[in-house]
């Protein structure tokens, strides 16, 4: 675990092929189906906005969107957010976003799977800590949503 105020980082040993954890992670459905985001229908591609409606509990209020900024099979997938834009009362697009970054690696044992959120520093100081907070309890428990999901199937 790595978290300083400009990123949040983590890593997990999947114990699971890399090709299965990549499908986990570039096929939108599948991918809000572990995420908590109802993709039904979506394609992730590099270029393309991607929205979604949360189905997290409590969250079903949130519309979800992203926009990919690249694609390599079974290595890299990269997208841009508003992170914790969770008030639908608040227009956030006019904030900066930051970068998330899923990293592949197959190794002895599965696929290690590194996620980096980076940019937290040029959120509004009004809402950084918020949204660190909020971001980093939310990627641990992604983390064992994505181990939990890829050993189902």
């Known amino acids: 675990m790595n978290t300083s105020t400009d990123r949040i980082e983590r890593k997990i040993l999947l114990k699971a092929p890399r090709a299965r954890v990549w499908r986990a992670l570039s096929d939108a459905p599948e991918f809000g189906g572990w995420f908590g985001v109802d993709f039904k229908g979506k394609v992730f591609a590099a270029g393309k906005t991607v929205r979604g409606q949360c189905t997290y509990p409590g969250y079903e209020h949130i519309a979800m969107e992203v926009q990919i900024e690249r694609m390599v099979p079974q290595r890299h997938l990269s997208w841009r957010w508003h992170p914790a834009a969770i008030d639908p009362a608040v227009d956030y697009s006019q904030e900066p ?50 181990e939990k999901h890829v050993a189902a199937s």
């Open 97 to 146: 976003t930051t970068l998330v970054v899923f990293e592949l690696e197959e190794v002895d044992g599965g696929t290690l799977l590194t996620v980096v959120e980076s940019g937290l520093d040029k959120i509004p100081l009004a809402r950084r800590a918020t949204v660190l907070r909020l971001n980093t309890s939310g990627w641990d428990e992604q983390m064992l949503n994505i």
